[in-house]
Structures are given as structure tokens and as C-alpha cells.
């Protein structure tokens, strides 16, 4: 059995409190990865090209106020 499935296993015996930990903790983590993701986009500027398409939205008036 791979450590993988070892996992799994004890995770599906968890009790629901430790189970929502758990879920909570993976969350979290996939959020900051996200973040650490975002801004190393940002910063190598692959997502320049957004501005240029909320700059053309704006031009035709169709750039929503938030």
C-alpha cells in the first residue's frame, strides 16, 4: 500500500472535527500557493495583458464599476 492510500484511509477515519481541520488547513494552503502564484505572474508580467483588456473595456464604456 502506497503511503498515498495510507493517507486516505486515515483521513476517511477522522472524526468530523479533525476532518474540517484538516479541509481547512488544505484550503488554506491551496490559497496561499495560489497567491505565491499570482504575484510571481505578476511581477514576470504575464498577466500585463489583463490591463490592456480593462483599458479597451473602459474605451467602450463596458468596464463595470465595482
Known amino acids: 500500500m502506497s503511503i498515498v492510500e495510507e493517507i486516505l484511509r486515515s483521513?476517511?477515519?477522522?472524526?468530523?472535527?479533525?476532518?474540517?481541520?484538516?479541509?481547512?488547513?488544505?484550503?488554506?494552503?491551496?490559497?496561499?500557493?495560489?497567491?505565491?502564484?499570482?504575484?510571481?505572474?505578476?511581477?514576470?508580467?504575464?498577466l500585463d495583458f489583463l490591463a490592456g483588456e480593462a483599458d479597451d473595456e473602459k474605451v467602450k464604456g463596458k468596464l463595470k464599476e465595482l
Open 11 to 46: 483521513i476517511e477515519s477522522l472524526p468530523e472535527e479533525d476532518y474540517v481541520r484538516l479541509r481547512e488547513w488544505f484550503s488554506e494552503r491551496d490559497w496561499e500557493k495560489w497567491d505565491r502564484q499570482i504575484k510571481t505572474d505578476s511581477e514576470s508580467g504575464k
